[in-house]
């Protein structure tokens, strides 16, 4: 045997040949089609092999954030943010956790960190899970919790006998998922719940409470009725198109009343609202298919009903940049220099419609990598699709860095 035959041992056959169940393939070949040497092609083959092996460098693994801090550390900055949170809103999903700790990855890796987390809060006793009437799983903060809270110095109180209650929270899951979204941008954001509280936090005794941010006037048939409207979810924007962003969450088709609060809503692009901000978006997250389509034919009803008009001030155009995304227009009042007014078409506003992510709380992480993963922070999907003038996204930053809170100050 010439010298090298030695080193034939690394070379190991794959599969037999002729072996019909062998289903492995090689560079897009079948295993079975690989032509194996016969002894003499092996011996002539070694023959010319060096015999020195090839060194190969292990490939280093990113540590993330455990290379800046300790892991107990990271636990514990996890287990504190979920746990607010799930103070703050008395019911949270996994994915929650996965918006409000890991918005700056990927989604698989943000969904897997926030399901151990989640593991480990349940199994300390410190979360209860719950399924809802519609299968959901959701969780509670319990008094173990709110000890653990009260010992890194948090007030809080348990919330697992609401939650227990609870039978299809999904409108309000939702509506503070998308608050997390904004948030996880560096917007400010609230629920409708933290919304009126926020209008009614200076009320005295016996002043009657503000029940809505806008009033509008619709109208049906002969009918004309003067309503409040108030958001499911709120958030505030700064810079040269800051304002107010407003949150409709549509769960099911809208009715005749609340198809004209829609238009009254859209219309309403630019106004100022009860707070003394100035609505700049409307973003309609819809459930279905069918509901955004009918969603789209209100705004598509108001551009026909508008455009053609010569703009006016009061008067509202809706011009469609992208399937689901409208800029509002309005004619604004200029003064001149020489002490003379103009009015001059202004972009004051958009409206958003696009569907809810409700993919996202179903995937599981399996080797089957078959679920829709699209609809996440590394794409121009939340808090909502931001049309081309505006600018792109802020990349979100680690809350549990704490250089976060300084790429958030402006």
């Known amino acids: 045997m010439p010298q090298g ?89 996994t994915i929650d956790i996965a918006v409000c700790c890991f918005a700056e990855r990927p989604f698989k890796a943000a969904l897997t960190a926030a399901q151990r987390a989640v593991r480990g809060m349940v199994k300390a006793e410190l979360l209860r899970r719950y399924r809802s009437d519609r299968f959901q799983t959701i969780y509670g903060l319990t008094q173990k919790g709110v000890d653990w809270l009260e010992e890194a110095g948090h007030d809080a109180s348990s919330s697992v006998r609401r939650v227990s209650d609870m039978t299809n929270p999904e409108h309000r899951l939702w509506a503070q998922f998308w608050t997390l979204a904004c948030e996880a941008r560096g917007l400010n954001a609230m629920t409708e719940q933290e919304l009126l509280q926020h209008l009614n936090k200076s009320s005295k005794p016996g002043q009657p409470l503000i029940q809505g941010l806008l009033t509008v006037t619709t109208t049906q048939g002969n009918k004309t009725r003067t309503i409040q409207l108030r958001p499911d979810a709120v958030a505030t924007e700064k810079g040269e198109n800051g304002g107010t962003i407003w949150l409709e969450v549509d769960r099911s088709k809208r009715g005749s009343d609340r198809e004209a609060s829609l238009a009254a809503l859209a219309s309403s692009v630019g106004r100022t609202l009860k707070d003394g901000s100035r609505l700049r978006r409307v973003v309609i997250f819809c459930k ?80 089957t990598n078959t679920h829709l993963l699209a609809g996440w922070f590394g794409e121009n999907y939340l808090p909502y699709r931001r049309p081309e003038g505006l600018g792109a996204w802020k990349t979100p930053v680690s809350p549990l860095l704490s250089s976060a809170k300084e790429h958030y100050t402006e």
């Open 288 to 367: 279905t298919e069918r509901i955004r389509k009918r969603a789209i034919a209100v705004l598509t009803g108001l551009a026909k009903a508008n455009n053609s008009e010569v703009l006016l001030t009061g008067r509202r155009h809706f011009r469609e940049l992208e399937p689901g995304t409208y800029a509002i227009w309005t004619a604004l009042e200029s003064k001149l220099t020489d002490g003379r007014s103009e009015l001059v078409d202004t972009l004051v506003g958009h409206v958003i419609i696009q569907l809810l992510p409700i993919w996202l709380p179903k995937v599981r992480i399996d080797a």
């Open 5 to 93: 035959t030695n080193n034939l041992h690394t070379v190991a056959p794959i599969a037999a040949p002729g072996d019909a169940s062998t289903l492995a393939t090689v560079g897009g070949t079948p295993v079975n089609s690989v032509k194996h040497p016969s002894a003499h092609d092996t011996e002539k083959t070694s023959s010319l092999a060096p015999a020195t092996t090839e060194t190969v460098t292990p490939r280093k693994v990113a540590r993330g954030l455990a290379a800046t801090m300790s892991t107990t550390k990271l636990k514990q900055g996890i287990w504190l943010r979920a746990l607010l949170t799930a103070n703050r809103f008395r019911v949270i999903r």
